[in-house]
Structure formats: C-alpha cells, structure tokens
C-alpha cells in the first residue's frame, strides 16, 4: 500500500483528489485529510511514517511551505497550486512535483509515475523554502467586469452580480442595473471569480452566494433555487454537483 496524505483546505478539492486516485490505483491509502499548517505538523509528529504527501500550497492559516520551517519532511511531496505558471517555476528548477488546479487526470497520471518511478526522499532546504515564499503571492481574484452599455461601457462590480450564464454561445452577467454580455466564455469566468462568493451550479449557470433566497429539493436528488431578483431563469444544481453545494454553503 502506498500509505498517503492529503493536506488540502478545500473539501471539494480533497475529495476530487481522492476519487482520481482511488480510479487510478487502489494501493493508495488515504490516512488523512488535514486542512492547516498547525494541524499538518501537530499530524506528522505523532503518524506513522507515510510513503507520499499531497500538499495544497496555500491553507487557511497561510502557505504549506512554512510547515518545511518546523519540521524535516522527507517524504516525497507533490504540491497542488491554483497559481499562476509563472509563479510556479520554482517547482521545476528545485525539482518539486506540481499539479496545477483543477487537477487533471493525466498529469496526476505523470506525477505518480514520476514518484513511483523515482521514490526518493524529497529533502527541501531552507533557502529553497525562503525563495519560494518569497516568489508566490496569495491569488487576486477579479474585483469587476466591464461590460457594453448602449454605446459605451460600464464597469460592474463583481459583489454586484447575482449570477452569470450561458446561451447561445454568449456569456452573461445579471446584476441590479440589468443584463450584459461578458465577452469570456464561462470557464475562464469561473476561474477568475472568487469561489467563496459564486458557484457553478451546472454547465450554464454561477451563482452569488448572496443572491441565493431560498433552496428546495427537485427531481432526481438534484436542487431548485430561487434567485432574488430574478423570474425568467429556472436554476437546478445538477446531481453531481449537489453534495459540493451543500458543503460550499457550509463552508
């Protein structure tokens, strides 16, 4: 067995990670879930010793790489990261694995063949610690859209839209002051948008946390939710997305 732990502050994120690799191989073996750097240390001073760590770089209570600070961690690490490219070369000149999310199946694939293939230690010294502190930054997630408004253009807040869709092959926003086009395609607006706020509920529909008035169950165990404001749009979080809905309004 390949005795495994998984240090990721989004639920979403840890169960998705698991699922992809209980797929993959079932010699994993999840000993834990941890979600914080505190948690994290006070886990590795009392475990058993592990064969492989999936390690998300930034927690709730700040970025994993300060664990590396307190504690000698010679298990393999592959880190998951929501940041940039650029940011993230680092990774590859020290020779640390990487998955960029959302994680995808064949470069988890890649990563595991790689440690599998490899099994060594992975011994991060301080001063590669110190660089990589220093060269990633906490993510900026959109702050508005600027969208046409008869001839000209307005600038929308994003704390202002209640919720965007898709059809037709266009992309829109509702917010009080009506209904724009946002010239994106979906995906790219979801990846820009803060997910503690808005939720892709299904393939053609994100909505704002704040913009939620009233939930039901629907067919199928799937959702209906009644959006403030709105009457002409009908919003069913799909089956798959139910339980991840649930717990991102916990959350």
């Not at 998300?56 to 961690?73: M, T, W, Y």
């Not at 640390?96 to 010294?125: G, M």
Request: net charge negative; with cysteine; glycine share 2%.
């Amino acid at each position: 067995m390949i005795r495994t732990l998984v240090v990721e502050d989004e639920q979403r994120a840890a169960r998705q990670l698991q699922r992809m690799l209980e797929a993959m191989d079932t010699s994993f073996e999840i000993l834990g879930v941890i979600d914080s750097i505190q948690d994290t240390e006070k886990w590795l001073n009392s475990a058993p010793p592990l064969d492989l760590i999936f390690m998300d770089i930034q927690l709730a209570d700040g970025l994993s790489f300060e664990i590396f600070q307190h504690i000698n961690i010679e298990t393999p690490v592959i880190f998951t990261t929501a940041f940039d490219q650029y940011a993230i070369q680092a990774f590859k000149v020290n020779s640390v694995d990487y998955l960029l999310k959302p994680i995808k199946q064949s470069e988890l694939s890649v990563a595991i063949h790689k440690f599998k293939k490899s099994n060594t230690q992975s011994i991060i010294d301080p001063f590669t610690i110190k660089n990589l502190l220093g060269s990633l930054k906490p993510k900026v997630y959109r702050s508005g859209f600027l969208v046409k408004a008869g001839h000209g253009y307005i600038q929308i807040n994003a704390t202002e839209v209640i919720y965007f869709y898709s059809e037709d092959s266009l992309s829109f926003l509702e917010c009080d002051q009506g209904r724009f086009i946002v010239d994106e395609p979906l995906d790219q607006i979801e990846a820009s948008i803060d997910p503690a706020y808005f939720f892709r509920i299904n393939r053609s529909q994100i909505v704002a946390k704040a913009s939620i008035a009233k939930i039901a169950p629907y067919l199928n165990h799937r959702l209906k939710l009644t959006i403030d404001k709105i009457k002409d749009h009908e919003f069913i979080v799909s089956r798959a997305r139910t339980s991840d809905f649930k717990n991102w309004l916990n959350q």
